[in-house]
């Protein structure tokens, strides 16, 4: 959806340490796609707070596409 939607490749995708990005089904994905999974450091405001907002902000976009 984001590749489509932007025309542009995913490379990284850095999420939390949430059981839900950190499962064989995802990382699964990720290797297949060339994709490169990053995960913050807990706790740490000043990239959590990054992270949540840019994630707030594909889903709004992504809302919008549909």
Same mark, same amino acid.
Request: no cysteine; proline share 0%; hydrophobic share 40%.
């Given at each position: 959806?984001?590749?489509?939607?932007?025309?542009?490749? @995913?490379? @990284?995708?850095?999420?939390? #340490?949430?059981?839900?990005?950190?499962?064989?089904?995802?990382?699964?994905?990720?290797?297949?796609?060339?994709?490169?999974?990053?995960?913050?450091?807990?706790?740490?405001?000043?990239?959590?707070? @990054?992270? #949540?907002?840019?994630?707030?902000?594909? @889903?709004?976009?992504?809302?919008?596409?549909?």
């Amino acid at each position: 959806l984001i590749q489509r939607g932007l025309q542009a490749q @995913v490379r @990284v995708v850095r999420t939390d #340490k949430g059981t839900e990005f950190l499962n064989q089904t995802l990382q699964a994905y990720f290797a297949a796609e060339g994709i490169q999974h990053q995960t913050s450091v807990a706790r740490t405001l000043e990239q959590n707070g @990054v992270v #949540k907002r840019r994630n707030r902000t594909l @889903v709004e976009a992504a809302r919008t596409m549909l």
